[in-house]
């Protein structure tokens, strides 16, 4: 078979072949017969068909998930025009199954659970119930009374609503009913909070998606993480294709994205599988332990297992968001990537608007363009390193934070602080990074030479990450100074 | 006063892309921010030369930040907010 390319005779060999298939596949979005096939109701299958497969085969999806991926899409397919609704409606089943973001909050909802006359399963729904129905009366209120401070501020309302919340919470008996509703409660609203905010920004700013439709945005079907990855409806309607032709070319991106995360999923597979298996090299955070526990493993396994997480780090980050990126501009709103080459930075604040943009766009909008539009407006770099704080260290510790809650349900004191303190310090030294990425003036630029320019940023920017994973950390196990130990025997001090 | 305000905009946004490497030519309805040609830190400056160049006020908390996400959109933004 041969492949009609500018390449003439040398698709005969094998390798040159591959590349023209590749070259052919990675430019499919752009090749007109391509595009006229994908806008066919036989393309339309065939994509959503080896889309589908793509996700079986080489993610590790539930079949339930899976199922419920098909059926929304397969409602989008069929009706366009009405995918809003498609998504709400699936969204909305999606939080019902499954409304914890964590399993260490479905864990304590079953284990609060025992003390009451009440199954999980019933705890779980009434607290959804009662989550949707809140989420409504709190957007239709805001609506109502749009000029009022809190609709206009809405997120920092619902911060200072929601800890007030979970100190409620903390002051209840535990055995109660009141308790383990309210921690149950507490687990959706964490789940979905920062759905939540985008849904009520959004609302503020004037998007026209009715209130019954946000409410299916709290935690959309294509969400596996508790970041909003293509935020809500009012971001989503920047990148929505409006036409058969649009629509098509969303979906041939969806497919190849969808591809590239099977293939970076086997990559992350066989290395995981050589490196912490073959090899059987500790885990970086087996390897802290180790050490603690008087265990210490050589000085190449230790800094082996700091490299291997941060290569294993970045290819997983970019498997699960490139996967829900896919699904996305299945339904047909083509957003940017979540990961996009994070190894090409050349500075700190580079690499962190790469490697998890969600994520990042996320503190910037709820944290860092707050700070920055109101407070030290006359010193300009004292404003950007101060929003960064608030962003990077505040903001992310926070939304870790939050999401751990679920701790002050059985220990409601300060005993349970010192869990925090690892996320604390990682956060810290974050902020710290990007705000002297961002304040320094220089940029490295072409004529400095290709190890100037292209080396020397990459690997400290690198050196930065891979060090400050060793601090990246919710569990709490492995204390801030046998970090700090491990920090330094890898430099023999 | 648009025209000013365009040429200033226009002027400043170039000057951007330009510190960053992004050449080509930009039209007045390309996408800045969202597309992600350009960052957050970007958006900063974008947001000084606003306060600094046509005395506007961002802090107010009906402002939306997509309104600067094009040249046009703050060509329009700065009119919208001096009128």
């Known amino acids: ?493 | 006063m648009d025209n000013s305000a365009h040429n200033t905009i226009r002027g400043a946004i170039e000057a951007i892309l330009a510190a960053r490497g992004i050449d080509g030519p930009v039209s007045d309805t390309d996408s800045l921010f969202i597309s992600g040609r350009l960052d957050s830190l970007a958006a900063t400056e974008v947001m000084m030369m606003l306060e600094s160049d046509f005395n506007l006020d961002l802090a107010d908390p009906d402002f939306d930040m997509s309104r600067l996400d094009t040249i046009a959109d703050l060509t329009r933004l700065v009119t919208d907010m001096a009128a």
């Open chain 1, 1 to 493: 078979m041969s492949i009609d390319t500018a390449y003439g005779s040398a698709t005969r060999h094998p390798v040159a072949r591959f590349f023209a298939w590749r070259r052919a596949w990675l430019a499919m979005d752009k090749n007109d017969r391509a595009i006229a096939f994908a806008a066919t109701p036989a393309g339309v299958l065939a994509i959503h068909a080896g889309f589908l497969l793509t996700l079986a085969v080489s993610l590790d999806l539930s079949a339930g998930l899976l199922a419920m991926t098909a059926m929304a899409l397969a409602g989008c397919a069929l009706w366009p025009a009405r995918r809003k609704l498609v998504i709400a409606g699936a969204g909305l089943a999606y939080v019902t199954l499954r409304p914890f973001r964590i399993e260490e909050w479905s864990q304590t909802v079953e284990s609060l659970a025992t003390a009451v006359p009440l199954p999980p399963v019933a705890l779980q729904s009434a607290a959804v119930a009662l989550f949707l129905a809140i989420a409504w009366i709190a957007l239709e209120t805001q609506r109502r009374f749009a000029h009022t401070g809190i609709a206009k501020r809405p997120v920092r309302a619902m911060l200072v609503l929601f800890f007030a919340t979970v100190a409620a919470a903390a002051t209840l008996s535990q055995g109660s009913l009141a308790h383990t509703g309210l921690w149950s409660f507490i687990g959706v609203w964490a789940s979905c909070f920062w759905f939540f905010a985008y849904a009520l920004v959004d609302q503020k700013t004037g998007d026209p998606s009715a209130n019954y439709q946000r409410l299916g945005m709290m935690r959309p079907f294509w969400s596996g993480s508790a970041t909003p990855i293509g935020k809500n409806f009012g971001y989503l309607s920047k990148f929505e294709a409006h036409d058969p032709s649009e629509l098509a070319v969303t979906r041939l991106k969806a497919l190849k994205l969808v591809v590239w995360a099977g293939i970076l999923n086997g990559i992350y597979f066989l290395a995981a599988h050589v490196i912490h298996g073959a090899a059987a090299v500790p885990t970086l955070q087996e390897a802290i332990l180790l050490q603690a526990g008087g265990q210490e493993a050589s000085l190449g396994v230790r800094w082996t297992s700091l490299l291997s997480n941060y290569f294993l780090d970045l290819l997983l980050i970019s498997v699960w968001g490139h996967a829900i990126v896919a699904v996305v501009r299945m339904v047909g709103y083509r957003i940017p990537r979540n990961t996009w080459n994070p190894m090409a930075s050349r500075s700190i604040s580079e690499f962190w608007n790469r490697y998890f943009f969600y994520f990042k766009e996320l503190l910037v909008d709820f944290f860092f363009y707050p700070a920055f539009l109101r407070f030290f407006k006359k010193q300009p770099r004292l404003r950007i390193a101060f929003a960064t704080l608030c962003a990077a260290g505040f903001g992310n510790f926070l939304y870790h934070f939050m999401r751990e809650t679920y701790v002050f349900a059985y220990t409601p004191n300060v005993e349970t602080l010192p869990k925090f303190y690892n996320a604390g310090f990682y956060s810290l030294v974050l902020a710290t990074g990007l705000i002297v990425s961002q304040l320094r003036g220089h940029r490295p630029k072409p004529e400095d030479g290709f190890y100037a320019y292209h080396v020397r940023p990459r690997l400290g920017v690198m050196a930065f990450f891979c060090l400050l994973k060793i601090f990246d950390d919710i569990t709490g196990v492995g204390t801030l100074g046998e970090r700090f130990a491990f920090l330094f025997r890898l430099f023999g001090v």
